[in-house]
């Protein structure tokens, strides 16, 4: 292939290979819980607010350990932190398929599930950046992005063939698996030199004060309420869906499961039009992200307006894709442009962090909201927040 014909472009590729596999590992383990929910519901295991408080915690967890474990992924390696936090992630899935019927041991596994998903994502963002070109950071970014996405819809698949509990424990399983195929596979790279650690770091001098005034001067502040934004949207309301589908649509649970698949499956192909849109506007992030909130926005507005539960399915997808568009910015081009601040893992995780805490309270507000205002109004909060991501990334003349 005439991308990989330097050996630049050769370690990119199996630097992003290995951190891609590894992430859609990480988001079949995360959004099993929504595959099986409408089951799990159904037959009476768990109602809709214990899994919206689940769902919280989970986020609560995920959301503080991005803050810890980006802070850590700065000063330990980061094959360490990838791997180890796969493996334990794994045996808190397995052991919550067998406790279920213990309601408050669940909600401490699943928390601490959530807490050792959040040691991967950050390491991966700088290792991939320390290690790679800035260009082929983004095509790497694409692809554990792409595997993000394509977390859902694999879950999805799963939950269709098997039951609630064996679908937890594979998931589990693959988490165990994928922790110790990074275990050797980064070692490997390691020995090759196609992986080094710790190659930029703060300058001594302005290691506190300064490395953070260098954050603000790459814009953080003005990231943080776009990562909150596309947070609540891209984690709590993805996985609400298969819920919607059953109750404001009037699916069945089997049916709901199979459109799940489908929709996130629509929704994993984001992160190639994210980058497509961001060649086409010229490499102009902020217009990139501008351009997804916008479409977002209206696509939500549609869905709210129109009831006819195929049209309403096409705008719901169509602005949760959109909204991924400016996400996959936010992840993929500008977390690994912070690369020379020696800080990329502190930024990432702090920008996780808010994304996921703002997820975190969101999901149980909404598990509330819907038998108070509905899922129609549901919606319009939704188209609420997409707006509001628009006056954020307002294009402004610099």
């Known amino acids: 292939m005439k991308l990989l014909q330097t050996k630049e472009a050769k370690n990119a590729f199996l630097i992003g290979g290995m951190c891609s596999v590894a992430y859609l590992i990480t988001y079949l383990g995360r959004n099993i819980l929504s595959a099986v929910s409408p089951e ?3 037959k009476g295991v768990f109602d809709t607010e214990f899994v919206g408080t689940l769902s919280s915690l989970f986020f609560f967890c995920y959301a503080v350990g991005q803050l810890l474990n980006g802070i850590i992924g700065d000063k330990i390696r980061a094959n360490f932190m990838i791997s180890f936090g796969l493996i334990f992630a794994g045996a ?7 406790l279920t019927g213990m309601p408050e041991v669940v909600s401490i596994i699943y928390g601490m599930m959530g807490f050792f998903l959040s040691m991967i994502f950050a390491p991966m963002v700088k290792i991939t950046a320390e290690n790679t070109t800035e260009t082929h950071a ?7 992005e792409f595997g993000a ?11 269709v063939f098997l039951g609630w509990k064996q679908v937890l424990q594979t998931g589990g399983v693959a988490l165990i698996v994928a922790g110790c195929l990074c275990l050797t596979g980064f070692a490997i790279m390691r020995r090759k030199g196609i ?4 190659q930029f770091s703060a300058n001594n001098n302005v290691q506190h004060k300064g490395g953070i005034r260098s954050l603000v001067e790459h814009e953080i502040v003005r990231f943080t309420p776009i ?10 309301v993805v996985f609400w869906i298969p819920t919607y589908l059953t109750q404001y649509l009037g699916f069945s649970s089997e049916t709901s499961s199979g459109l799940f698949t489908v929709v996130t499956l629509l929704i994993s192909t984001s992160a190639f039009l994210a980058v497509f849109l961001y060649t086409k506007l010229h490499n102009n992030m902020h217009t990139t992200i501008f351009l997804g909130f916008a479409v977002s926005t209206a696509a939500f507005v549609g869905a709210y307006l129109i009831g006819q539960r195929w049209v309403n399915i096409t705008l719901l997808v169509v602005a949760i894709v959109f909204e991924q568009v400016a996400s996959s910015m936010l992840w993929t081009r500008y977390c690994p442009s912070l690369r020379d601040t020696g800080m990329t893992s502190t930024a990432t995780g702090f920008l996780d962090f808010a994304s996921y805490m703002s997820a975190a309270i969101a999901s149980s507000l909404f598990a509330n909201a819907v038998e108070g205002i509905g899922w129609g109004n ?3 909060i939704w188209a609420g927040l997409m707006f509001l991501g628009m006056l954020v990334v307002w294009p402004r003349r610099r």
């Open 227 to 236: 990562a909150m934004l596309t947070g609540v949207v891209r984690t709590t």
């Open 378 to 380: 549901l919606i319009l």
């Open 138 to 144: 983004v095509y790497c970014g694409l692809g554990y």
């Open 195 to 198: 992986v080094r650690y710790k």
């Open 40 to 42: 799990m519901i159904e």
């Open 92 to 98: 808190c899935g397995v052991g919550f398929s067998y």
């Open 149 to 159: 996405l394509l977390g859902a819809p694999l879950a999805g698949v799963i939950a």
